[in-house]
């Protein structure tokens, strides 16, 4: 699977530079991970029985293989894909609710308003992580969900909010 480096995701302006680039951490990918690794155990326990029964066997191993392999790769390329991507002008947030479906949207520097930051519960204040929110002048919002050490990524953006209005 061939992935993309974020400059190639979107069309940076002349003389804009990448200052930072936040996806969901991944610790929060775990349950899709796990399930995807209990079909693939799950899929080999079960090959001697599935290859021994014929070419309905066989096939039924190998559609269930390239089932599970599928799925894998798409949550992958999803998680991948879904990000928010910082310049020293501007904030994009590009989502990706399918395969075929992309939103970007992005705010400039000079439009921002605020930067929040929320941490809700044990969990979250445990594995540090939590959500940051920009509110712009125009109502708009980008809202980055599940980050890591989101108090650090407030202050990041906060600074640029200070340092560029």
């Not at 996806?23 to 209990?38: D, F, H, T, V």
């Not at 020293?88 to 520097?109: A, M, N, S």
């Not at 890591?148 to 990524?153: C, G, S």
Request: glycine share 6%; hydrophobic share 45%.
């Amino acid at each position: 699977m061939h992935m993309r480096r974020p400059e190639h995701i979107i069309q940076l302006k002349s003389g804009e530079r990448i200052s930072l680039v936040i996806r969901e951490y991944l610790i929060m990918q775990l349950p899709w991970l796990a399930s995807a690794g209990a079909g693939y155990f799950g899929l080999m326990f079960f090959s001697y029985y599935l290859l021994s029964r014929g070419p309905v066997g066989i096939a039924l191993w190998f559609v269930s293989l390239v089932l599970v392999i599928f799925f894998f790769s798409r949550r992958v390329w999803l998680w991948y894909y879904e990000i928010v991507i910082v310049t020293d002008r501007r904030c994009i947030d590009v989502q990706r609710p399918g395969l075929f479906t992309k939103t970007v949207k992005e705010l400039p520097w000079s439009g921002v308003d605020d930067v929040q930051f929320s941490q809700r519960g044990v969990l979250a204040t445990a594995l540090h992580y939590g959500s940051v929110v920009i509110f712009s002048t125009t109502g708009d919002r980008i809202e980055l969900q599940h980050v890591y050490q989101p108090e650090k990524v407030r202050d990041i953006l906060a600074e640029y909010v200070e340092k560029l209005c």
